[in-house]
């Protein structure tokens, strides 16, 4: 039982560059989420699913976009990548008591 | 708007004397409570969480968390600080389907 995996854990991005952020979870969650975590101001829900097919917007959506074709599987794609998006991004499930969070993806945009 | 507040950036306390982390939220319905802890590095770990019931639940490594509805509030306390407990604190509120965090508090405790 591996619970919530994030790949890559480091990643450093050009300008203008897209990536996609991978998470998988083995628990059968529903619910999943991408948050990203800045200095200061905690963490922000960027987009959240509340099962295979259905998508939703969180607080800081603008550049990212996510699917979730299978209860597993919440990639996070980064469109065009900007410096402002450089962060520790986040992703949990949830089966809606609590969280398990992935370890991180410390994402460096230059 | 809902939100979820830690008035406190930074609290220090010395090993030994009893810690309190304070949250507050503003959030409608009957929200769950959690309290998250997460160290240098780290993922977020779960520590506790508030459904309904007894105000005062407890969780993982001698943390308990004290519900008071009348003052939105929701602080984590452990009656005897540790090193090892030095960490940055999360709270977080669910409301509908979304998960809403504070900002965190930094957690110093001197040895």
């Known amino acids: 039982n591996a619970g919530v995996t994030q790949t890559p854990k480091f990643q450093v991005l050009k300008t203008g560059q897209s990536m996609t952020l991978q998470c998988a979870q083995d628990?059968?969650?529903?619910?999943m989420s991408w948050y990203r975590q800045d200095p200061g101001m905690g963490l922000r829900l960027i987009h959240y699913s509340v099962g295979a097919g259905i998508t939703d917007q969180g607080e800081v959506p603008n550049g990212y976009n996510v699917s979730r074709s299978t209860t597993e599987d919440f990639p996070l794609r980064l469109l065009s990548a900007a410096p402002s998006q450089t962060s520790v991004y986040f992703c949990?499930?949830?089966?809606?008591?609590?969280?398990?969070f992935g370890s991180g993806t410390r994402l460096t945009v230059v | 708007a809902q939100s979820v507040a830690q008035p406190e950036d930074q609290v220090n306390v010395a090993e030994g004397n009893p810690l309190t982390v304070k949250c507050t939220y503003s959030?409608?319905?009957?929200?769950?409570l959690f309290w998250y802890v997460q160290y240098p590095n780290r993922g977020l770990q779960f520590l506790l969480k508030?459904?309904?019931?007894?105000?005062l639940v407890k969780g993982s490594y001698g943390f308990e968390a004290e519900f008071n509805k009348s003052q939105t509030s929701f602080h984590l306390k452990k009656p005897s600080a540790l090193v090892s407990d030095s960490a940055l604190y999360f709270c977080a509120v669910t409301s509908y389907d979304k998960v809403i965090f504070g900002p965190g508090t930094s957690l110093s405790v001197i040895p």
């Open positions: 508030y459904i309904t019931g007894d105000n």
């Open positions: 959030v409608s319905g009957n929200p769950y």
């Open positions: 949990a499930s949830s089966y809606g008591e609590g969280y398990t």
């Open positions: 628990m059968n969650h529903e619910y």
